[in-house]
């Protein structure tokens, strides 16, 4: 009875030490893997390079952005992207805001500060991005160095001041107060 009971402990503990050493990476590799990929994206956007964008999304990918969805890479690419390409883009910075990652997904946001002209003064603005990635077994065929991670979700939020004399939408009219 005692072997069959080792036995049957050997043979728990041989199965549960895959789900142990599965994961080869550590919290901090997955975060440097995710933080790449957005720098890639942050640079093939600057340099408006669609095909290395392609490289970085899912097929399926999601954007949200002017309002609306956008549900493949192809909608993502000939809708949105395609109209803020042909647009000059003002000076920015960029900086990732914060990364949280699991071994089979990820989230982050970043944030674009832009100084512009508008009407001959200057705006300052801000976009931020949200990004939900996730990792995948590595296609067959795939190069060393190619991350597993891939971009799934992409959500533009864009703030900018409003410029002297505007009000916001969102502030109520000011009205003459009585004498």
Known sequence: MFRYITLLGLLLTCISMPAQV?????????????????ERF??????????????????DVTAFAGGKPFTSWQDYRDIFLSAAFARPMPPSTWEVEKVVTTPEMGWAYT?????????GQAVQADLFQVFVLQKSPPAAGAKAGESDWKIALIDYTFHREPLAGQLRPDSPQQEPQPK
């Open 42 to 59: 942050n640079l093939a956007s600057q340099q408006k390079d669609s095909d290395a964008l392609s490289k970085l999304v899912t097929t």
């Open 22 to 38: 599965r994961e080869r990476e550590t919290p901090q590799t997955r975060e440097q893997k995710v933080r790449a990929i957005l």
């Open 111 to 119: 944030k674009t500060h832009y100084n512009a002209r508008r009407q």
